[in-house]
């Protein structure tokens, strides 16, 4: 019966999830925007790193 539980908890899920408001929506997605620019922003130092240790005769990857 592990599919009728597996129905059953979905069902249950359903039931409790909501509609997000305006002001959660926008911080949410304020949130993630910011994150995103903050990994690419560490991606980037982290190119220009290994791009500079390079250049000057370093440890080239």
Do not use: H, Y
């Not at 249950?12 to 949130?31: C, G, M, N």
């Amino acid at each position: 019966m592990k599919f009728k539980e597996t129905i059953e908890n979905w069902k249950r899920v359903l039931q409790v999830a909501r509609k997000p408001d305006k002001f959660e929506f926008t911080s949410t997605s304020k949130i993630c925007a910011i994150g995103l620019v903050l990994i690419g922003v560490i991606g980037f130092v982290i190119f220009m790193g290994s791009v500079l240790a390079c250049s000057f005769g370093g440890f080239c990857l």
